[in-house]
């Protein structure tokens, strides 16, 4: 069983809120990276950037090294692995949930189409049902005495 923070929850679903952010893990699962070509398609500054990835790195999603003047990113996989496990946990539930409901539903419409008969119901009682005929006056209807 995976076990789990919500503090650190809260950070990996915190990073992963900026469209910035799951760029550069999209970018990062082709492999490492420098700092350098993950900033290059953003067009933001450079600080702004890497606190974009202390962000991700605060949150366990990445990890820097330095090799020389180069400093590097590539990704970890232990804290997308607990969110992945709670997420799961949640598909689990309301899937089952989802399958009952759709369960009940279908039960409910076949009964409700085995109770439509299309013979006419047949009456109960076996008095028949004599309408009495009104005559109409000038001024309207005659009452029923």
């Given at each position: 069983m995976v076990h789990y923070s919500g503090e650190r929850l809260d950070a990996v679903f915190g990073a992963l809120a900026d469209p910035t952010r799951r760029a550069v893990l999209a970018k990062l699962g082709h492999g490492e990276r420098s700092i350098g070509e993950l900033a290059e398609p953003f067009g933001m500054s450079l600080p702004g950037f890497i606190k974009h990835l202390g962000i991700l790195q605060?949150?366990?999603?990445?990890?820097?090294?330095?090799?020389?003047?180069?400093?590097?990113?590539?990704l970890k996989g232990g804290a997308l692995k607990a969110a992945l496990a709670w997420l799961e946990?949640?598909?689990?539930?309301?899937?089952?949930?989802?399958d009952r409901l759709g369960a009940f539903l279908e039960k409910k419409e076949s009964e409700k189409w085995k109770s439509q008969s299309t013979k006419r119901p047949v009456s109960k009682s076996d008095a028949s049902t004599k309408y009495q005929s009104r005559r109409s006056t000038r001024r309207g209807r005659t009452p029923i005495k």
């Amino acid at each position: 069983m995976v076990h789990y923070s919500g503090e650190r929850l809260d950070a990996v679903f915190g990073a992963l809120a900026d469209p910035t952010r799951r760029a550069v893990l999209a970018k990062l699962g082709h492999g490492e990276r420098s700092i350098g070509e993950l900033a290059e398609p953003f067009g933001m500054s450079l600080p702004g950037f890497i606190k974009h990835l202390g962000i991700l790195q605060d949150a366990g999603l990445i990890e820097r090294k330095k090799t020389g003047r180069v400093v590097s990113c590539q990704l970890k996989g232990g804290a997308l692995k607990a969110a992945l496990a709670w997420l799961e946990r949640y598909e689990e539930f309301w899937n089952t949930r989802l399958d009952r409901l759709g369960a009940f539903l279908e039960k409910k419409e076949s009964e409700k189409w085995k109770s439509q008969s299309t013979k006419r119901p047949v009456s109960k009682s076996d008095a028949s049902t004599k309408y009495q005929s009104r005559r109409s006056t000038r001024r309207g209807r005659t009452p029923i005495k």
